[in-house]
């Protein structure tokens, strides 16, 4: 993604200006803190980086939520391997 590694502030490209104002908007987003977190923009936001941590190699990735969705999946499949494992046996 560009936007997360572009520190122009007046970049020309379009796609860029708009994933800048969804970050910030994400950052300061009331929706997201209440108890259902329906906020469709941030949603929007999260499973863009969802796509992009399954595929990305960085270690240390400037994508926001990156590591931690690429941890919470090593997870996953941890737990289901165990759970694959035990069926076996």
Do not use: W
């Not at 104002?21 to 997201?32: E, L, S, T």
């Not at 960085?58 to 289901?80: A, G």
């Amino acid at each position: 993604m560009h936007a997360c590694h572009c520190i122009d502030a007046n970049c020309r490209l379009p796609s860029c200006q708009k994933m800048k104002r969804v970050v910030i908007h994400m950052k300061n987003c009331k929706r997201k803190r209440q108890e259902n977190g329906d906020c469709p923009i941030c949603k929007q936001l999260i499973a863009l980086c969802c796509y992009h941590a399954k595929h990305c190699q960085k270690i240390k990735c400037l994508i926001p939520f990156c590591f931690y969705i690429k941890r919470k999946i090593k997870q996953q499949q941890l737990q289901q391997r165990s759970q694959q494992t035990q069926l076996l046996r």
